[in-house]
């Protein structure tokens, strides 16, 4: 079945480092990818999204790209700051039913002063 | 817009209780899905509501059961609760033409 698989954290970076979460997939057919965060106490927050192979997702300074040869959607910011501490989720729409994401495990990321 | 409201926000119950949550989508999002968030497990898919219908169910066992209502609000009810039910309940609406959830603040259901 379709599955994702993130790197384990907790990730802890310095203010302004640069940041790389990996994610893979394994699914069927060609599935809608995303990039969810969830600030402590808080539901989950779409962050970007990727429709098909080569598609690049943007949302407030963090980026992924779809690539469909190495099925990855790889999480990367240039400059972090402290407000980006949360933990973020990869994951991917089952590509038989539109209604069921299925995540990663999540990516606890610590960003230090 | 408003976004995906949840109700309520924290539960404390006993076991063999039952207990039921509510949602309530985005304006004109017809579809809700609810995922149950542990540490150990994850989160993980329970069941989508769409038009009044359950469209899909995730591998839970009968003890957790939904239902939409015309206005698209949705509720989700857990039997004979047991302390592994403890976990945070997220609700997700989406527009019918896209595939991206917009989840609410969840639920926090405590068994004791």
Redesign the interface.
């Known amino acids: 079945g379709n599955s994702v698989t993130q790197m384990e954290g907790p990730v802890t970076l310095s203010e302004e480092a640069f940041l790389t979460i990996n994610c893979t997939y394994t699914a069927t057919g060609y599935p809608s990818l995303f990039w969810y965060v969830q600030y402590p106490g808080e539901g989950l927050q779409l962050l970007l999204k990727a429709t098909k192979a080569d598609d690049k997702g943007s949302n407030k300074g963090f980026e992924a790209t779809y690539r469909k040869e190495t099925t990855s959607f790889h999480l990367e910011k240039g400059s972090v700051q402290v407000s980006d501490s949360a933990v973020y989720f990869c994951a991917l729409i089952d590509s038989s039913n539109t209604g069921k994401l299925i995540f990663g495990q999540g990516t606890t990321l610590q960003v230090k002063p | 817009k408003a976004g995906?409201t949840?109700t309520p926000r924290y539960l404390i119950k006993t076991r063999g209780q039952q207990v039921t949550l509510s949602c309530s989508p985005i304006s004109g999002h017809r579809?809700v899905?609810w995922?149950q968030q542990t540490p150990g497990q994850?989160?993980q898919?329970l069941f989508?509501y769409?038009s009044e219908t359950q469209?899909?169910k995730?591998n839970f066992p009968g003890r957790f059961s939904g239902r939409q209502f015309s206005n698209s609000r949705s509720e989700m009810n857990v039997s004979t609760l047991e302390l592994g039910d403890s976990a945070l309940y997220?609700c997700?609406s989406?527009p019918t033409t896209l595939?991206?959830?917009?989840?609410?603040?969840?639920t926090r259901l405590t068994v004791t």
């Open positions: 995906v949840q579809s899905s995922y994850g989160l898919f989508e769409f469209r899909n995730g997220l997700a989406r595939d991206e959830q917009y989840f609410g603040p969840g």
